[in-house]
T-cell receptor
């Protein structure tokens, strides 16, 4: 298994543009998480899914952010319109059932909004 | 509400010195605690979990329920230990970890 896959790895865009980040979780994992990492705030949970259903999106900063999981092997995080303060590294992670199971993280997408 | 506090954003030591990365949590029940590590240009990965009571790469962490702490320790730091370290807490019945803000460890030669 290649682990959690994210694309693109780097994204540079201009303010106001739409940005779509993609994630493929590890096959068989029931949970999928989206995190944002910044120097100021560390690792923030944005939203998580269980069996493709969004369970908690209270970490999503604004309505400009949306996430979907149309099937068990794919999720997207969209920012529309993007702003410079959205610049960060966005991680996707997945895990299986069981409290002792660890989260497996993707390599992250480094987003820069000019 | 559960919370994880890592009081140091940055910890700088010299090679061979002991290192302790602090983690305190707030939760009244029985927690499960983890340390994750992110080396430069790599993805976050699990370093160790308290239920395993293991030593990984020379690191250990002991859960102290009285002090609600789970500090990460290593007696002799190596340059390759330089990384970002995150403490994480999971509570009974929840599969959702709460992460601390992270501590950046820099080990100088």
């Amino acid at each position: 298994d290649a682990g959690v896959i994210q694309s693109p790895r780097h994204e540079v865009t201009e303010m106001g543009q739409e940005v779509t980040l993609r994630c493929k979780p590890i096959s068989g994992h029931d949970y999928l998480f989206w995190y944002r990492q910044t120097m100021m705030r560390g690792l923030e949970l944005l939203i998580y899914f269980n069996n493709n259903v969004p369970i908690d999106d209270s970490g999503m900063p604004e309505d400009r952010f949306s996430a979907k999981m149309p099937n068990a092997s794919f999720s997207t995080l969209k920012i529309q319109p993007s702003e410079p303060r959205d610049s960060a590294v966005y991680f996707c992670a997945s895990r299986g059932q069981g409290a002792a199971n660890e989260q497996f993280f993707g390599p992250g997408t480094r987003l820069t909004v000019l | 509400a559960q919370r994880v506090t890592q009081p140091e954003k940055l910890l700088s030591v010299f090679k061979g010195a002991p290192v302790e990365l602090k983690c305190n949590y707030s939760y009244s029940g029985s927690p499960e605690l983890f340390w994750y590590v992110q080396y430069s240009r790599q993805r976050l990965q699990l370093l160790l979990r308290h239920i395993s009571r293991e030593s990984i790469k020379g690191f250990t962490a002991d859960l102290n329920k009285g002090e609600t702490s789970f500090h990460l320790k290593k007696p002799f730091a190596q340059e390759e230990d330089s990384a970002m370290y995150y403490c994480a807490l999971m509570t009974g019945g929840s599969y959702i970890p709460t992460f601390g803000r992270g501590t950046s460890l820099i080990v100088h030669p």
